[in-house]
């Protein structure tokens, strides 16, 4: 870590920005991918390091090296069953005589795509009816870096997944035999956006359901507090937050007390103004 050095401060700056627990960067991840950004540059670390402090977006990219979990297909299979299990037919039941029933799920955390997908894969085969819902999922990152991976939608890692789950995830990209691309019904469900969800957000919900993976863990506690009041807030009455286990336990039951499980967190209903939500 010691050649990354003059970075430092900067990797400090971002993380207090997005509200983020501050830890060394991985010495792995800059070694193999900014290494070969700065040969192809032409500049060496401290150059790199001035340049960064003139350019946000360049020095936004540098949240891609921070420390963080893995994203998996179905990473806790608990919060999926219950999604699909539970809360997709009371919603389904509830605007059963709408004409135009809607849904609105927000991955806050998608790391690169596979959990916003994968609630898409949900929501197409546990809605009666698909072709009548206005269903969207909402799906944003900090890190540039995987923003994009979720958004291009091409995988090589399938593990996780069962083969009838493969089947109606994926079609074959013909470019690269070994790489799976997300089907283009699943991919029209989920839109990808930039956010950092300790700053303003730019829209207030209602949604039927959050999944926030590990933000919760990485956050510094005021930051964890404040946001899982905000969460509260922009979930539907009776709305569900998934989120890793044990993470932010305390500051949890506090605000979101019916807890479904150790992941699995209920909204009390009550009564709210409706807000709008996602397009």
């Known amino acids: 870590m010691l050649a990354w050095q003059p970075l430092q401060p900067l990797f400090e700056q971002e993380q207090r920005l997005a509200g983020l627990t501050v830890s060394k960067p991985d010495a792995g991840r800059l070694d193999r991918l900014l290494a070969p950004r700065l040969t192809r540059m032409s500049i060496d670390v401290r150059a790199y390091a001035e340049r960064c402090s003139s350019d946000p977006l360049e020095r936004l990219s540098l949240l891609d090296f921070a420390p963080r979990m893995e994203s998996r297909w179905f990473a806790d299979r608990r ?8 809360l997709l037919p009371m919603i389904a039941a509830r605007q059963r005589h709408t004409a135009r029933p ?47 991976a979720g958004q291009i939608g091409l995988y090589g890692d399938t593990s996780g997944l069962d083969t009838s789950e493969q089947k109606a995830l994926f079609i074959q990209n013909r470019k690269s035999p070994r790489l799976w691309s997300v089907r283009p019904e699943l991919r029209r469900l989920v839109q990808f956006s930039w956010l950092n969800a300790h700053a303003e957000w730019p829209f207030t919900g209602p949604f039927d359901a959050i999944f926030c993976a590990d933000l919760l863990g990485r956050l510094e506690s005021i930051a964890r507090r404040r946001i899982i009041d905000r ?49």
């Open 79 to 86: 919060q999926f069953t219950d999604f699909e299990q539970r």
């Open 102 to 148: 809607r849904i609105r799920i927000w991955c806050a955390a998608s790391g690169t795509g596979q959990e916003a997908y994968a609630v898409a894969l949900c929501l197409a085969r546990a809605l009666p009816a698909r072709e009548r819902w206005d269903a969207a999922v909402l799906a944003t990152e900090v890190s540039l870096g995987d923003l994009a």
């Open 231 to 279: 969460f509260a807030e922009a979930l539907t009455p009776s709305g569900t937050l998934y989120t890793n286990p044990g993470a932010g336990a305390s500051d949890l039951s506090e605000r979101l007390p019916r807890s479904r499980g150790p992941s699995i967190h209920q909204l009390r209903a009550r009564a709210r103004s409706t807000a709008k939500g996602p397009r």
